[in-house]
């Protein structure tokens, strides 16, 4: 059937009238993905590490999680409220481990993972990130007594490492290159790890060089342990969200641009690394690699 010109004008005027007098399909109906998870749910759902201090982690009394990529994670849901319209949407906060946090994100459980994971081209096969917000590498952990400080003492000793991490994956392909008779114990995380070389089941633990100061702030007795050996990895930190999900990444990659080009990034940086919460005589300022980080990305509106 043919339609007059005028008739083919009236369809746009008419929907613009309709939404003049608020008869236009609602904003929801328009929504897609994580976003429209969020909205029929009525609550964003965060992944959140438990023992990556200074970056996401919760203290024995059970209070809520905390930490720089938990702040730059609820600065995200405060952007989806007000997208939504939502000013009381839900915030429910559920743990991830190394081995969960990439099935968590993919399968919904959660909507964003804000803890202390690397930006690699593997990882991006299943998930998608935001921007960078730090930077480190892969170190060794050991007791200052141990006469240990490079991977070619490891000979004949044993090193912990957390399973699915890129750490776990570094070392043992130094001791492969290297040819290193070592010995590995895989823990579930941090505190664990932490634990089999406080203990003496491991000589050393390693991650990435931060979370092993994050986690001396939290010994017995500080002054035992040190970071040593040279960085054997470069470890971009970024938040996960899902893949092929557009809208939702391009909302968190807004929020961030903007904490970066107003400078508040370092604001929230120095809350927690200047000095480390769980121990003021443990600083870490930003590098200036990472400061050029935040620049790159502190897009234009």
């Known amino acids: 059937m ?6 083919l004008c009236a369809a746009p005027l008419l929907g613009a009238a309709l939404a003049a007098v608020g008869l236009a399909a609602p904003a929801s ?13 009525n609550e964003i759902v965060i992944g959140h590490r438990e023992t990556s201090i200074p970056f996401a982690w919760i203290e024995s009394d059970g209070s809520a999680p905390k930490g720089y990529s938990v702040d730059l994670c609820l600065r995200i849901a ?5 997208t939504l319209g939502k000013p009381d949407l839900g915030v429910r906060f559920v743990p991830v481990t190394p081995q969960t946090r990439i099935p968590l994100l993919a399968n919904g459980t959660i909507d964003i993972e804000c803890g202390s994971t690397t930006n690699n081209l593997t990882r991006q096969e299943q998930v998608s990130y935001l921007p960078v917000t730090f930077i480190t590498g892969t170190k060794l952990l050991v007791k200052k007594d141990s006469g240990i400080t490079t991977m070619a003492d490891l000979v004949g000793k044993r090193i912990g490492l957390a399973q699915g991490t890129t750490n776990e994956r570094v070392i043992k392909a130094a001791i492969e290159a290297q040819g290193l008779d070592v010995d590995v114990l895989n823990v579930k995380d941090h505190a664990e790890g ?10 050393a633990y390693s991650t990435d060089h931060i979370l092993l100061y994050g986690l001396i702030t939290k010994a017995r007795n500080p002054q035992d342990y040190a970071v040593v050996g040279d960085f054997l990895s470069y470890d971009p930190y970024a938040l996960m969200v899902r893949r092929d999900d557009s809208a939702f990444q391009l909302l968190g990659t807004k929020v961030l641009a903007d904490l970066f080009r107003t400078g508040e990034i370092r604001e929230i940086y120095a809350k927690w690394f200047e000095p480390f919460p769980t121990n003021a005589d443990v600083s870490e300022p930003p590098t200036e690699l990472l400061q050029a980080a935040w620049r790159l990305n502190a897009l234009p509106q």
């Not at 043919?2 to 008739?7: D, Q």
């Not at 932490?194 to 000589?203: G, H």
């Open 2 to 7: 043919k339609r007059t010109l005028a008739a």
């Open 194 to 203: 932490f634990l089999s070389l406080e203990t003496d089941r491991v000589d």
């Open 78 to 82: 405060d952007a989806v409220k007000e």
């Open 29 to 41: 109906a328009q929504l897609t993905g994580t976003l429209a998870k969020i909205d029929a749910a």
